[in-house]
């Protein structure tokens, strides 16, 4: 007798069933959400709305397209990890804090990334709210891999901007009530 997503037992062995997920269907979402007339396109906004309600095994599919896809994608993908509220996705969201896509405009350099950066900020509050003990292991865990990672490299803007979005997440944590403010 399968059992879908429980955990079942055979003798003294524990045995973890993961959710029966079809690769093909989450394939095309992905492609869907990927090709779908941008950030309203009614293509993206169902397969958004679908690959959310499938939860955590599409985690991996969402953060490689948070890798490659176009800003008005990785607008759905942030807010789509967000939703599902997953702690494995901090890294790639934190990643996103280092993004940067300058434009000369008028003889001033602007960094198009922004809206990008402030929805990652809310993905990563909605994680915490979810799963707070954990995504906070996992941040921690991330910042100090980073910190050995900079030292070793002398990579100092992408840890400065991860530094900058950790701190205004930390902002956004204090005001929601999810941790103590300081005196």
Not at 40 to 62: D, M, N, Q, R, T
Request: charged share 30%; hydrophobic share 40%.
């Amino acid at each position: 007798m399968k059992q879908k997503g429980k955990n079942r037992t055979n003798g003294n062995r524990k045995i973890t069933k993961e959710p029966l997920v079809d690769e093909g269907k989450i394939e095309k979402l992905i492609k869907d959400l990927k090709t779908g007339n941008t950030y309203w396109g009614h293509e993206a906004v169902v397969s958004l709305e679908s690959l959310v309600k499938i939860g955590c095994p599409v985690l991996k599919y969402l953060i490689e397209v948070l890798k490659d896809g176009n800003e008005d994608v990785k607008i759905n993908v942030i807010d789509a990890l967000g939703r599902i509220g997953d702690p494995e996705a901090v890294p790639a969201l934190i990643e996103v804090f280092k993004m940067q896509n300058d434009l000369w405009v008028g003889g001033w350099i602007l960094d198009t990334t922004y809206n990008l950066k402030k929805k990652a900020v809310a993905a990563l509050k909605k994680i915490i709210e979810k799963n707070p003990e954990e995504t906070m292991e996992i941040l921690i865990e991330y910042l100090q891999s980073y910190e050995i990672k900079y030292l070793a490299e002398k990579n100092a803007p992408a840890y400065t901007k991860i530094l900058l979005g950790i701190n205004e997440l930390m902002e956004e944590c204090k005001k929601g009530g999810l941790i103590e403010a300081e005196n």
